[in-house]
């Protein structure tokens, strides 16, 4: 069965802190690995990962995806309070055909 | 561009009940999805759509649960009767091409389903 794990599920830290969030994950046919950020509504994409070792940056937040160990981190550094969300991550498998969830990070910062 | 748009935002029903929610995707996105979010939970796929054909609903609970997309382009899924442990908040995505897997899903705001 396809399952994607996230650890950990809850963090706290203060602004200027960085933080790395784990996920790893069991697919079939693996094709893709998403990260996620949900404040109050929607999750909103982060990122798209399908290639082992090539870095994805966007302003202070970075990930990176290990094919080989099945699992991906989510960097984030100089927190601020506005990071403060869950961060959900999900695989994609059978071709495209099977989308999984994780529990997602709880992260709040602290002023 | 126009973000994916889904009412109503809340619904509160009795056991029992039935209940309809309607979602509008990004315009020309061919894949469509419904989720169900329980509190505390990661979102879990009910269905798939490519256009107005179901790609995936083996995790929609068929006896009560059902989705329908006709003409390709809006959907509406619907719980008929609602049961306690439905309550959660369903979530509508959709995706460009044909949700292989290389497209990131882009997400409505989500209805709260309340059962009392």
């Known amino acids: 069965e396809d399952k994607v794990v996230q650890s950990p599920l809850s963090l706290v830290v203060h602004e200027g802190d960085t933080v790395t969030l784990n996920c790893s994950y069991e697919?079939?046919?693996?094709?893709?690995l998403l990260w996620y950020k949900q404040e109050k509504k929607a999750p909103t994409f982060l990122f798209m990962l399908?290639?082992?070792?090539i870095e994805k940056k966007s302003g202070r937040l970075s990930s990176i995806l290990d094919k080989k160990e099945l699992f991906s981190i989510l960097n984030i550094t100089a927190t601020q309070t506005g990071d403060s969300a869950i961060y959900l991550c999900?695989?994609?498998?059978?071709?495209?055909?099977?989308?999984?969830f994780g529990p997602g990070t709880r992260l709040s910062v602290l002023p | 561009e126009a973000g994916v748009a889904q009412s109503p935002r809340y619904k509160i029903i009795e056991k029992r009940q039935s209940v309809a929610f309607w979602c509008n995707p990004i315009s020309g996105h061919a894949t469509l999805y419904w989720y169900q979010q329980i509190l505390g939970q990661g979102p879990k796929l009910l269905i798939q759509f490519q256009n107005n054909g179901v790609v995936d609903d083996s995790q929609l609970p068929k006896d009560r649960f059902s989705a329908e997309r006709l003409k390709g382009v809006d959907s509406t899924l619907k719980i008929q009767p609602a049961k306690l442990e439905d309550s959660a908040v369903y979530l509508c995505?959709?995706?460009?091409?044909?949700?292989?897997?290389?497209?990131?899903?882009?997400f409505g705001d989500g209805t709260r389903l309340s059962i009392l």
């Open positions: 999900a695989v994609v498998g059978n071709y495209g055909q099977n989308f999984v």
């Open positions: 995505a959709s995706s460009a091409m044909t949700g292989d897997g290389n497209q990131p899903q882009h």
């Open positions: 399908t290639s082992s070792g």
């Open positions: 697919v079939t046919n693996f094709r893709s």
